[in-house]
């Protein structure tokens, strides 16, 4: 036993020194290896070669890599071996267990690592994969030593085994006997309908916000930006399509951001979903220029100018052809029903 607690103690200060951790970019890497069983997702970690560790690292190295394979296993994927079968592998162990070099560098590549960043590769059926890639993230973003239950090894380490008792268990407490509460008034949670009623949206949306169990989220995001409009499709339509294509790591302050260069007319809705993805990748987001009317107003009057023949003979028939011009260069920057009235407005005067 003294040597278990030398351990869990060596464990712990490692734990309390090591840096704050910090995902990067997500993505479904399924195409990217041959060897491949169901889907699957990899994540870079900022900062972190190194700190993942592999069976050969000193004994007290802090092996993080071990400590996010436990919590993913606890989301239903499988610890791996050297057949190949589904679980979690990352950066500092790569290439091996069937995934070659080339493949490693592929993977790194596409989720843009860095010389000192690592990254995660989890194996699985898509839902369990996703549930896992969620409490590694949610581990990783944790910093110092957190409240859970871990069992001892026969080697005297310990491994993640469950949280501490309490609100987030599926039972009740068996160690402490129960309270009888009395006297205490039960507030009754709200009705679906009353949910839907207190949304400024129409029906059909109310309905969706409620059924995902987004409204919370969308009444917090209303008392940073009154939105409603936007909110509702960021949340119901943008961030569905996002998480299909790999990006699933968009934060209420990405929302916030976005949105308000939105209301400031930094930016177009339409480039609303571009956005949100260079927001979460911790990327510049683009905006259009301050001068962004005269430079619309010189491209529609030059394309005119170009296409005069064609304005004449078509007349308004041709603001559908030039449109798609004029929006192939400033779609996202600009609202496209406003370059629409000042195309429509230059051709007037030509016809």
Known sequence: MPKVVENEIHRQENLNN??????????????????????????????????????????????????????????????????????????????????????????????????????????????????????????????????????????????????????????????????????????????????????????EESKQMVARNLDLRFHILMEQIEDPKNISRVLLHTLPNLSSTGHIFVTDDDILQVLSFVKDGKIAKEGIENALVQASMGDEIETGSDNIDDEVELLIDNLVQKKIDFVKDKGMDAVGPLMGLVMSEFRGKMDGAKINALLIKRIEQEI
């Open 18 to 203: 090591l840096k704050q951790g910090k995902p990067g970019n997500q993505k479904d890497v399924t195409d990217l290896i041959s060897k491949r069983k169901g889907t699957a997702m990899a994540c870079k970690l900022v900062g972190w070669k190194g700190l993942l560790g592999t069976k050969m690292s000193a004994k007290e190295h802090v092996r993080m890599g071990r400590e996010l394979a436990d919590y993913a296993i606890k989301a239903g994927i499988e610890d791996y071996s050297e057949t190949f079968v589904k679980g979690l592998m990352h950066s500092d162990e790569l290439p091996a267990y069937g995934i070659s070099e080339e493949e490693t560098q592929k993977i790194s590549d596409v989720l843009k690592c860095k010389e000192d960043d690592a990254f995660v590769l989890i194996f699985g059926e898509k839902t369990t994969v996703e549930s896992a890639l969620d409490n590694v993230i949610q581990r990783v973003k944790f910093h110092g030593v957190p409240q859970e239950v871990r069992r001892v090894t026969p080697k005297g380490l310990t491994r993640y085994l469950r949280p501490m008792p309490g609100a987030s268990r599926m039972y009740p407490e068996t160690d402490i006997a129960p309270v009888n509460l009395r006297n205490f008034d039960v507030v009754l949670p709200k009705t679906l309908d009353q949910r839907e009623s207190e949304l400024p949206l129409n029906d």
